[in-house]
Nanobody, 127 residues
Framework: FQLQASGGGLAQPGGSLRLSCAAS????????IAWFRQAPGKEREGVSC????????KSALFARDRFDISRDIDNNIAYLQMNRLRLEDTALYYC?????????????????????WGQGTQVTVSS
C-alpha cells in the first residue's frame, strides 16, 4: 500500500498550510497515524499523532495550540492543519502509520516505532 503526503509549500510567518496524507491499499481505521518532520541538520521529530479508530490525538509541545491533526476515515486521508507558522517550522514533513494491533500510546511520536512512511512534503516558512 501507499502513503502519499502533499500540501507543503511556501508560507509566510503567521500563515497556514494544510498537509494531507492519503492512504491507498489499506484503511487508516486500523492504524495510528503520525506526522513527523525533519529540518536540515536536525533529527526527525514527532509532530502529532491520531488514533485511527477513536480519533484521540497527541501533539508535541511546539505543535499544541498551532497545529491540528485529523483524519477522514471515509476518504482514507489524514490531515495536519498548521497555523501561525514560524520560521522554525521549516522542514520536510512526513506522515507515517503503525498498526493498532500492539500499539501503545507511548509509541505516538516515536519515529522508530512506525514501519510505514510516506514521502516527505517540504514546508518552508519565510518572509
Amino acid at each position: 500500500f501507499q502513503l502519499q503526503a502533499s500540501g507543503g509549500g511556501l508560507a509566510q510567518p503567521g500563515g497556514s498550510l494544510r498537509l494531507s496524507c492519503a492512504a491507498s491499499g489499506t484503511t487508516l481505521r486500523n492504524y495510528n497515524i503520525a506526522w513527523f518532520r525533519q529540518a536540515p541538520g536536525k533529527e526527525r521529530e514527532g509532530v502529532s499523532c491520531i488514533h485511527g479508530k477513536d480519533g484521540s490525538s497527541k501533539s508535541a509541545l511546539f505543535a499544541r495550540d498551532r497545529f491540528d491533526i485529523s483524519r477522514d476515515i471515509d476518504n482514507n486521508i489524514a490531515y495536519l492543519q498548521m497555523n501561525r507558522l514560524r520560521l522554525e517550522d521549516t522542514a520536510l514533513y512526513y506522515c507515517a502509520i503503525i498498526p493498532l494491533r500492539g500499539y501503545s500510546d507511548n509509541f505516538c511520536l516515536s519515529a522508530p516505532k512506525y514501519p510505514y512512511w510516506g514521502q516527505g512534503t517540504q514546508v518552508t516558512v519565510s518572509s
